[in-house]
């Protein structure tokens, strides 16, 4: 009886670390991670799809994420999608690729940070 309640608490506890950690990689934190992108939905055929479904993200620099959409047809679709995002980022479009510089934090970008990494504890 004890050993079943522990293991059910451990196993949502494990899920619950694993919620809290795909939760905060995908806060921008001044460096580019492909995972800040996990939560864009992009309009593709009719329905609503991960933009990592649609295009290969990678950073190619420290500071610059770059979306290669499979479709050029997606193109316009992932960069108004990211516009409509809580990102905050403005995408530069070459026709061919999107790419995405991260600012650097600044002390009002920290602070800000830091307000996020509170709400995104208190969900979980």
């Known amino acids: 009886?004890?050993?079943?309640?522990?293991?059910?608490?451990?196993?949502?506890m494990k899920k619950s670390i694993?919620?809290?950690k795909t939760d905060l990689a995908s806060l921008k934190a001044g460096r580019a991670?492909?995972?800040?992108?996990?939560?864009?939905?992009?309009?593709?055929?009719?329905s609503m799809v991960p933009?990592?479904?649609v295009a290969n993200i990678s950073a190619p620099e420290p500071r610059v994420l770059m979306?290669?959409?499979?479709?050029?047809?997606?193109?316009?679709?992932?960069?108004k999608s990211?516009?409509?995002s809580d990102l905050g980022i403005n995408p530069s479009n070459d026709g061919t690729v999107i790419?995405?510089?991260?600012?650097?934090?600044?002390?009002?970008?920290?602070?800000n940070l830091v307000k996020n990494v509170k709400k995104v504890r208190r969900r979980n």
């Open 82 to 84: 990211i516009l409509k």
């Open 67 to 79: 979306i290669t959409p499979w479709e050029k047809s997606s193109l316009k679709a992932i960069e």
């Open 51 to 53: 933009v990592n479904q």
């Open 99 to 111: 790419r995405l510089v991260i600012p650097e934090l600044t002390e009002e970008t920290r602070k």
């Open 1 to 12: 009886m004890v050993k079943d309640i522990i293991s059910k608490s451990e196993e949502k």
């Open 33 to 46: 991670n492909p995972t800040m992108l996990d939560r864009i939905e992009v309009e593709y055929y009719g």
């Open 18 to 20: 694993s919620v809290l």
